[in-house]
């Protein structure tokens, strides 16, 4: 397997973010990469809460996802959308800071959200508070692919022990629902999930 990790310095217009994405995707995929990773907020970064009112969609309309879907359709690649930033509907306001895991057919197999918020204070003068503009996410995801098992998670999720313990939980299940360890017999693009605190 070849695998190929985009890095860009996204800003706050999805737009230009995309052209560049899509870019490093195709050049990718015709050096070989068969399952391809982009970064957190690949369509946009930006503190301006009002702005991202603005430029972000939910899910269903949002462009960056349907291109990067019929992307990884045209170039038969496995295409991991680090995240999305996107916007949801119901009561709460905040956004989701979403993950994507797209099949070579274009088709999404699995989705999940940021569950871990990056809320520290670093100093007296320098402090994040995630929280206040994303809604954290309530499971862990794992996702059969060709390459193996796939745990899905984003950044500062990987840096706490209970998000492990739960990707974790998740695959014990997944092993006890086949024959094999190695999850041979659970079909690609089967996912497990594991809610937290159920």
């Not at 999805?14 to 907020?41: H, M, Q, S, W």
């Not at 369509?43 to 309309?61: G, I, K, P, Y």
């Not at 996802?65 to 999305?84: D, M, T």
């Not at 999850?183 to 159920?198: H, I």
Request: glycine share 8%.
């Amino acid at each position: 397997m070849k695998l190929a990790l985009v890095q860009i310095c996204s800003g706050d217009n999805p737009t230009k973010n995309l052209g560049k994405t899509c870019g490093f995707i195709r050049e990718a995929a015709r050096a070989g990469a068969e399952l391809i990773v982009t970064p957190e907020v690949t369509n946009c970064v930006s503190q301006n809460r009002d702005h991202q009112r603005q430029v972000l969609q939910t899910e269903a309309q949002d462009l960056t996802l349907a291109q990067l879907r019929k992307l990884a359709e045209q170039e038969r690649i496995w295409l991991l959308i680090g995240s999305l930033a996107l916007k949801n509907s119901g009561p709460d306001d905040r956004f989701s800071n979403r993950s994507f895991l797209i099949d070579p057919q274009g088709q999404i197999q699995a989705r999940y959200d940021k569950i871990h918020m990056f809320d520290v204070t670093l100093s007296g003068s320098e402090s994040y508070t995630e929280s206040d503009g994303y809604k954290p996410g309530n499971r862990a995801v794992l996702s059969q692919t060709p390459f193996g098992t796939l745990g899905m998670a984003i950044c500062y999720d990987l840096r706490l022990a209970s998000f492990e313990l739960s990707c974790c939980t998740c695959w014990i299940r997944l092993s006890r629902s086949s024959d094999s360890l190695d999850g041979s017999n659970v079909g690609v693009g089967t996912v497990v999930e594991d809610r937290l605190g159920a």
